[in-house]
């Protein structure tokens, strides 16, 4: 009797969980690959924390968080491959590649990187903590031929988004590259 208990227990209790799992996994995805603060805000605790490299450093709240987002990563489009995952209770490890519409015309293969997720019990992620990898290597080889053509022939416009040799990060400069790195892949066809 106590054995079929046991057995019973068990056949309830993994696939409810296995399903809660599996529904953490799609929000994280969903998460990574949210292209506005409204889509991504929703798997967002009120309370939420982000935190770049550790947890001893600064954090941002939400507000920041999507702000930032909002900066670059959004306009940009994120497309986000889990490649590996773990977790435990509500703590999720996601090693992830990150590609958008900046890397994708310029041919480069994206960055890797770590994030660590804590689910609120409401369901929400209350915590972020992002580790770039350490292998990624330096987009500029890559974009150097849009470079060169843009200098060439959209300078003014180069300007704008690109300037001592570091991208400008706001949302009007990631539209902006949007087009120009279209016009530079227009004219190589």
Known sequence: MKNSFLLFWLLAWVPANT??????????????????????????????????????????????????????????????????????????????NEQNDFTKPIGFPGWKGTTTFVFNAAGLIQETVYVPDSTNISYKPFLQPALNWLQQNMPTELIEVYQNGKLIQTETAAIKWRILLQKWQSQKK
Request: proline share 3%; charged share 20%; with cysteine.
């Open 19 to 96: 399903c809660n799992d599996n529904m953490q996994l799609k929000e994280i995805t969903f998460y990574l690959n949210a292209s506005d603060t409204a889509e991504k805000s929703k798997y967002m605790a009120n309370n939420f924390r982000s935190f770049f490299m550790s947890k001893e450093r600064s954090g941002k709240n939400k507000s920041q968080a999507l702000q930032s987002f909002q900066n670059w990563d959004g306009p940009m489009h994120p497309d986000i491959k889990i490649i590996n995952y773990t977790f435990h209770d509500s703590i999720w490890t996601v090693t992830f």
